[in-house]
Structure formats: C-alpha cells, structure tokens
C-alpha cells in the first residue's frame, strides 16, 4: 500500500468519525428534559409511554404521580412543571384562563372510569349492591377537595341516596393511588379507585369489582395542558404530540381508558 492510498483512507475514517460525533453531539444538544405532573391515576400507563418517547426521541422526563388538586396549587405556587397531565377538565382550563397554561394547546388524552373494588374475589357484585347492603365498615375513596376521582365517588354515593348511611364509613387518601393502597392492604374492606389500577395489562386483576354506570358521576375527562413554564421545552412540546401518537393511544387503550 503506498503512502498516497493510505493517508486517502486514513482521511476518509476521520471524516466519518467526526460526522458520526458530532451527529450525536448534535442531537444530544437537541435533547431536552421536561418535568411532568400526573395524575395519580394513570402514572402506571405514564411509566410506559415515557419509556417509548424517550426512546422515539432523545428527550427525557421527570415523572411526579399526585393528586390534581396538589398539583393546581404547587403550580399556582411557583412550582416548575413544564407539563400537566391532570386527572380532569377543569383544572387545566382554569389554569389556562389564569394564564399559568399556554392557550390552545389543551386536549382530553383518556377518559377515565371509577369502579367500586374489593381486593377479596366474590365480594363486590356486578351492580354494586354490596354498597346498599353496608356489611363493611370502611370505604376508601380519594379526598374529593384534591382529587376528582373522589369528586366522582362522593357523586356516586349521592346519586344513589347512600350519602347519610356511608359518610361515617369513608377513609380519604390524599390521591386515587393511595386509596387503592387501602384496599390492597386491607384496611378497607373496599373502595371506589381507578379502572387502570384493577384491570392493568401487565398483570393480572385481582379481587371483585363493579364498573360504575358512567350516569351515576360526571365524565372523567383527563386533560393534558402545556404550562407557561414548558413552553420553550422542546421535550414537553414534543411529549404533548406525543400523546396523540397510535403508540401512545394503544398504552393508554390497554390500561381500560376511552378517548
């Protein structure tokens, strides 16, 4: 090989090692971090979708699940979220309105469904009557002032004329999440919780439950908001599209959500 023909191939590596580390110097550059608040509720199909879009594209999030009404109020506070995933309508449109939200980019991504739940099999029935009967001395819902899961379950409970009878019974957790805690351990003996913490795709359901007539509470309307905070973040305006994605939507499907 002459010396000609090899400092020729020798260039041609360089050239192609240089390319090779500035294209990933260049989309690391790209590459943002956005920090999402979740609602309680869909934090498990959060879990996976967060995992997918960083793969799909180079960004990454910092996850916090809670209860919507905590979040409104740290938001409310100063508190550095980029983007909210809330467990309603209502609280991203007022946030909206009160300009702590970039306007037109709310958008419904799941619409979630109660069920009344029993982590013992054979003891909720398909018509919930085992609310009627009252033979159980704790009920575990989430606190209706933070959550609207909660919100849904007092609605429930009052539709069905059980309010006065079930009151003294009920333990509040401070999220869905930690209602559904209650049950699972046994200090109630049941409670009203998320259908995507019954009936998750990546185990199997346990215990009795009742899926809740969508009459009996206002629709669960999940909506996604972009905040002032994120609205230069590259990673929360690209996990906002995200969301809309046929990868994203099939996640969201298994977990028991409608759209």
Request: net charge positive; proline share 5%.
């Amino acid at each position: 090989m002459n010396l000609r023909f090899a400092t020729s191939r020798l260039r041609i590596w360089l050239t192609g090692v240089v390319g090779l580390v500035l294209a990933v110097h260049g989309q690391a550059a790209l590459a943002d971090q956005a920090l999402v608040a979740v609602a309680a509720n869909f934090a498990p199909a959060m879990a996976r979708i967060a995992a997918s879009f960083e793969r799909d594209t180079g960004h990454t999030l910092a996850i916090t699940a809670g209860a919507t009404g905590k979040f409104n109020a740290q938001i409310r506070a100063g508190a550095p979220f980029d983007v909210l995933l809330a467990a309603d309508d209502d609280t991203p449109r007022q946030l909206e309105s009160d300009g702590l939200a970039v306007k037109g980019k709310r958008f419904t991504y799941a619409r979630g469904k109660l069920v009344l739940w029993s982590a013992r099999p054979g003891v909720v029935d398909a018509q919930g009557a085992v609310l009627k009967q009252g033979a159980f001395e704790r009920l575990a819902l989430a606190n209706p002032k933070l959550a609207p899961y909660g919100t849904a379950a007092m609605e429930v409970i009052s539709r069905l004329g059980l309010a006065e009878r079930l009151l003294p019974r009920i333990v509040q957790g401070e999220s869905i999440a930690q209602a559904y805690q209650f049950v699972s351990t046994g200090n109630a003996y049941l409670g009203f919780v998320a259908l995507s913490q019954v009936t998750p795709p990546d185990r199997t359901p346990t215990g009795s439950w009742w899926v809740v007539p969508g009459h009996l509470y206002t629709p669960l309307l999940q909506d996604a908001v972009l905040l002032q905070h994120g609205q230069n973040n590259a990673a929360a305006k690209a996990l906002m599209a995200y969301l809309r994605t046929d990868k994203a939507r099939t996640v969201i499907g298994a977990y028991g959500y409608e759209f």
